[in-house]
Nanobody, 128 residues
Framework: VQLQASGGGLVQPGDSLRLSCAVS??????????WAWFRQAPEKEREFVAA?????????IYADSVKGRFTISGDTSLNMVYLQMNSLKPEDTAVYYC???????????????????WGQGTLVTVSS
């Protein structure tokens, strides 16, 4: 299984950016799959950003720090997961990682240890 994240870059505060992640080597399972984004800011621990568990429909769950600004989505026919980021702030600066997992219970959706496949990360820098 390989995940390839892309779309990062340098943007100004208030700008928007969309990250993409291509998942290959794995057949999508609507009943079992969860796709997610995490991020790691400089000198900080990696943290949960957003996740979408497909059996719950297309609604995602979000970290409080990004709720209302970020939207996770996916194209299951293409095995692509996206993170639309609006109203970016300097504190959103981080390396963003996509990840996938199966058979997650609700209480584990934000737990990075439950995700078994990860992308290489894409750097997002928000600065004026």
């Amino acid at each position: 299984v390989q995940l390839q994240a892309s779309g990062g870059g340098l943007v100004q505060p208030g700008d928007s950016l969309r990250l993409s992640c291509a998942v290959s080597g794995r057949t999508f399972s609507r009943n079992d799959d969860t796709w997610a984004w995490f991020r790691q800011a400089p000198e900080k621990e990696r943290e949960f950003v957003a996740a979408i568990r497909w059996r719950d429909g297309r609604r995602g769950i979000y970290a409080d720090s990004v709720k209302g600004r970020f939207t996770i989505s996916g194209d299951t026919s293409l095995n692509m997961v996206y993170l639309q980021m609006n109203s970016l702030k300097p504190e959103d600066t981080a390396v963003y990682y996509c990840a996938v997992a199966r058979f997650l219970i609700t209480s584990s959706l934000r737990n990075q240890e439950r995700y078994d496949h990860w992308g290489q990360g894409t750097l997002v820098t928000v600065s004026s």
